[in-house]
């Protein structure tokens, strides 16, 4: 619900499209780094990705930019409170989808992201450590995107990729430098692949219902003990993801921005 009361009609979960992807489904990879500009992006944007890899054997990373701490529309909020509230629910969406890396939430605060050589370093250091093949995170190139949090988040994800794969940035890291393979960007403003994610949608959704804090603002949940209205949720998100796979001749699909030349 939004304040005054009105229905969501959208969910951030990205644009469809009518025409088919030319690229579907990478090859399982050995380990991914999901880079996310707040707690839930990461769920909305690529759950089923996330969890399909998971299943399959892939060591999955979560690095979570904000602190989430303006996800709220209660003005009086303890936003401290809200901090330590969406640190947890992130901690668990990434257990829903079965990752078993590292959740690293940086704690930048909400809308307030953005690019440097701080920021640079700190998300290139993770790269190098957790070492992804591939690495997932927002299409900075999106045409009028409105949070600002997303289009950095994709600048600092970008600029930190050719940081981590060069020696002669940040050596004080005291780690080799590492180029993962493929960069699947979310948001895309011109996506070309798409990714599978028949029979794991259901583990999307449970992740996302992990954040609860965001029933309000973002799922349209007014209620959190409201079974029909978590119910409705999870048909918004199949749905979307049934429109998403339609052209591409898959169930339930998810797409991005494929690149390769890193």
């Known amino acids: 619900m939004t304040p005054d009361g009105s229905d969501v009609t959208n969910l951030p979960l990205g644009d469809r499209s009518s025409v088919a992807m030319p690229s579907r489904d990478l090859p399982t990879p050995r380990s991914a780094l ?9 769920e909305f944007q ?3 990705t996330l969890v399909k890899w998971a299943v399959a054997g892939c060591m999955i ?9 303006k996800g709220t529309w209660d003005p009086d909020a303890d936003t401290a409170e809200l901090v330590e509230r969406r640190r947890a629910e992130q901690m668990r969406a990434a257990r829903v989808l ?26 290139a250091y993770w790269i190098r450590a957790t070492a ?7 299409d900075p190139w999106k045409t009028y995107r409105l949070h600002p949090d997303h289009r950095n988040a994709g600048w600092i994800a970008l600029d930190s990729i050719v940081a981590a794969r060069d020696p002669q940035f940040f050596p004080h890291h005291d780690r080799s430098p590492h180029r993962p393979s493929a960069l699947l960007l979310f948001e895309a403003e011109r996506p070309d692949h798409i990714e599978d994610i ?11 219902l992990a954040h609860r804090s965001q029933f309000h603002t973002t799922h ?3 209620d959190p ?23 591409s001749g898959v169930q339930h699909g998810e797409i991005f921005k494929l690149i390769t030349d890193l």
């Open 198 to 208: 028949s029979g794991f949608v259901d583990a999307k959704v449970d992740a996302l």
């Open 61 to 69: 990373n979560h690095l979570i930019l904000t602190d989430g701490s």
């Open 132 to 138: 992804p093949e591939v690495v997932l995170a927002h």
């Open 225 to 247: 003990e409201h079974e029909e209205q978590r119910e409705r949720f999870r048909t918004r998100v199949l749905d979307h993801a049934a429109a998403v796979g339609a052209a």
């Open 98 to 123: 079965g990752s078993k890396g590292k959740v690293i939430m940086l704690g930048r605060p909400d809308g307030e992201l953005q690019p440097g050589l701080d920021l640079q370093d700190q998300v």
């Open 220 to 222: 349209g949940i007014d």
């Open 34 to 42: 999901v880079i996310a500009a707040h707690p839930d992006d990461a």
């Open 46 to 48: 690529c759950g089923g």
